[in-house]
């Protein structure tokens, strides 16, 4: 069975960091690509960073300069590194992954965590 599990979040004020973490479990880690996803209260899912089976990463424009994505294939965990958030970070952030390439939708990404809560305060 496969699971994702997130862990992480919590409330912090606007310029503050945050690392979330995923472990994963029940899947040959090293054979899929990972991806950080994010949803705000009455908004679409919307796609954070995405890493590959061999390191490369690919980021949204939301993130970029901010957040950074790693993977430890020894320890099945992927993690988020979150700098300087702003509040219009806040949202739930789920942990997704998928064979093939690290390149494609959500509906691309076939397990999913049940999500860790951000919330910045300004």
């Known amino acids: 069975q496969v699971q994702l599990v997130e862990s992480g979040g919590g409330l912090v004020q606007a310029g503050a960091s945050l690392r979330l973490s995923c472990a994963a479990s029940g899947l040959t880690f090293n054979a899929y690509a990972m991806a950080w996803f994010r949803q705000a209260p009455g908004k679409e899912r919307e796609f954070v960073l995405a890493?590959?089976?061999?390191?490369?990463?690919r980021s949204a424009d939301s993130g970029k300069g901010r957040f950074t994505i790693s993977r430890d294939n020894a320890k099945k965990m992927v993690y988020l590194q979150m700098n300087s958030l702003k509040p219009e970070d806040t949202a739930i952030y789920y942990c997704?992954?998928?064979?093939?390439?690290?390149?494609?939708?959500?509906?691309?990404?076939?397990?999913w965590g049940q999500g860790t809560q951000v919330t910045v305060s300004s």
């Open positions: 890493i590959s089976q061999g390191g490369g990463t």
């Open positions: 997704a992954a998928k064979l093939g390439s690290y390149i494609g939708p959500s509906s691309s990404y076939v397990y």
